[in-house]
């Protein structure tokens, strides 16, 4: 089985810098479609990033110009890099990938959730 596991959560303080890892283990083909999604208490989870084909990067408004997500290929981890961190990011993050296994099979998955707190 493939799996996506997250790090790299915690308390910052606001204007800080959080850089999220995504790890992807299993017999891996290719990873594509990455995104990165959070949800807050009594809200629904909200897409934060998503990467198309490799290059075309969508960010929701609440966080364009001060996240960015990318790939590592050669080590099959995502991050997304945080940074002008505010009170309003504090959530839940998951990353989500599609991977295609060597089996030539199409998974759509998940990360286990990480814990974001921007607090002085």
């Known amino acids: 089985q493939v799996q996506l596991v997250e790090s790299g959560g915690g308390l910052v303080q606001p204007g800080g810098s959080l850089r999220l890892s995504c790890a992807a283990s299993?017999?891996?083909?290719?990873?594509?479609?990455i995104g990165w999604y959070r949800q807050a208490p009594g809200k629904e989870r909200e897409r934060v990033a998503k990467m198309f084909s490799g290059i075309r990067v969508n960010y929701a408004d609440s966080v364009k110009g001060r996240f960015t997500i990318s790939i590592d290929n050669a080590k099959n981890t995502m991050y997304l890099q945080m940074n002008s961190l505010k009170p309003e990011d504090t959530a839940v993050y998951y990353c989500n990938a599609l991977i295609t296994t060597l089996q030539a099979i199409q998974d759509d998955v998940w990360g286990q959730g990480t814990q974001v707190t921007v607090s002085s």
């Open positions: 299993g017999s891996i083909f290719s990873i594509d479609n």
